[in-house]
């Protein structure tokens, strides 16, 4: 029997400072803190759970201040997490008017043919991306069959890369009413 998934639970991040690190993720992503207990693998560690909606989180590991452990930085290359990706509610300019208000510097927006992205690091340089899609998924549809949907319609047409005419079409064809 093969092995079937339902989502992407977690991503765990180690990180520096556990204040900086909640107060990023509470107050500038506005995500709620759900789990905050020593690490049960390395007790020289906390382990944060942040809750980044639709049964997701960000998982974070962070060193515990006056403790011997010290870890090398993160580097570039093969195996790296290159970015956290998190669809975002609402409307982008008010992530980054809130971004703004927090003092983070970031990149973006980025027309990404079908979403729109903001890039900026947190407080541990893990780089954040703030994604929302031009035309909005409607909350019933499956976001992954929107996608190979508007894939096979790109390839149909030899396109470089899904634009948000693919995606409206693919929503269309899967019976979906689009927002004017």
């Known amino acids: 029997m093969a092995i079937k998934t339902k989502g992407v639970n977690h991503p765990a991040i180690i990180g520096q400072d556990r204040d900086a690190t909640v107060q990023f993720y509470t107050e500038v992503l506005g995500m709620r803190l759900v789990l ?15 809750d980044a909606g639709n049964g997701g989180f960000i998982a974070y590991f962070v060193i515990n201040e006056g403790t011997d452990l010290e870890l090398p930085k993160a580097q570039d ?6 970015h956290v990706a998190l669809n975002l509610v609402g409307p982008i300019e008010d992530a980054m008017e809130n971004l703004n208000k927090h003092g983070v510097k970031f990149m973006g ?40 949907r508007a894939t ?29």
């Not at 290359?77 to 290159?82: A, D, F, P, Q, V």
């Not at 047409?157 to 004017?180: C, F, K, N, P, T």
Request: no cysteine; aromatic share 8%; net charge negative.
């Open 36 to 50: 905050d207990q020593p690490n049960l693998d390395e007790p020289r560690m906390t382990h944060l759970f942040f």
């Open 77 to 82: 290359g093969i195996g790296h997490m290159g």
């Open 109 to 148: 927006p980025i027309d990404r043919g079908y979403e729109r992205s903001v890039y900026f690091k947190d407080p541990n340089g893990v780089l954040v991306e703030l994604l929302t899609w031009i035309t909005p998924l409607p909350e019933d549809a499956d976001e992954a069959e929107v996608v190979a």
């Open 152 to 180: 096979a319609l790109k390839q149909q047409e030899g396109a470089h890369h899904i634009e948000d005419d693919h995606v409206r079409r693919a929503m269309q064809d899967m019976g979906y009413a689009l927002e004017s």
